[in-house]
């Protein structure tokens, strides 16, 4: 699913998809896509042998609610969610599908709310951190709370030593839009 110090490509609204596909990546992330795209980029990730997982939080005409959860598994064929909504994670976990906890990084309160949240629910496969700065600075912290999940740096990461940066203090990956990283 998310190999270790890798950079997984995220593609926003489909722009770089050929990249994302043609590289080593074994997953593609989408982001600012809709329910009228996501079956057609789905289907061509699917055929370079690719994992398909969406942030749903901003998947336009959608509704995360158990119905939608389920037409994204079952009719849009998608892999995974990546989701700062609990009760999405929950279903879709119950569905079989990857599910990755969306944790931004805004202050002290967020982390601290975070770590409630994610104490009460093992329904993720992984936490996207983000901003990549945010993440790099409190790794240590956020590893306290979420000891056995991958965790990947993602935000505003443009360069390689960026990367190197994220992984050196033991990220497991790293996602980014930035193709010339991918």
Same mark, same amino acid.
């Given at each position: ?28 992330? @989408?982001? *600012? !896509?809709?329910?009228? +795209?996501? =079956?057609?980029? /789905?289907? &061509? ?32 064929? @998608?892999? *995974? !969610?990546?989701?700062? +909504?609990? =009760?999405?994670? /929950?279903? &879709? ?90």
């Amino acid at each position: 699913m998310f190999e270790k110090q890798m950079v997984i490509p995220s593609s926003i609204a489909g722009r770089h998809l050929n990249d994302a596909m043609n590289g080593s990546a074994k997953t593609v992330l @989408l982001s *600012g !896509v809709s329910i009228g +795209n996501l =079956q057609d980029f /789905v289907s &061509a990730i699917h055929k370079h042998a690719k994992l398909a997982i969406a942030h749903i939080d901003i998947l336009g005409g959608f509704k995360a609610d158990n119905t939608g959860i389920e037409l994204l598994k079952n009719l849009y064929k @998608l892999d *995974g !969610v990546l989701t700062s +909504n609990v =009760q999405a994670l /929950v279903h &879709a976990k119950q569905l079989g599908m990857i599910t990755v906890f969306r944790l931004p990084l805004l202050d002290s309160l967020s982390l601290s709310k975070a770590k409630g949240t994610l104490k009460n629910t093992k329904d993720y496969n992984a936490v996207q951190i983000l901003p990549a700065i945010c993440a790099i600075a409190e790794f240590h912290r956020v590893r306290r709370f979420i000891i056995d999940k991958p965790l990947i740096a993602s935000g505003l990461i443009e360069t390689k030593e960026q990367v190197k940066m994220a992984l050196s203090v033991g990220y497991h990956s790293v996602a980014t839009s930035h193709v010339e990283l991918w």
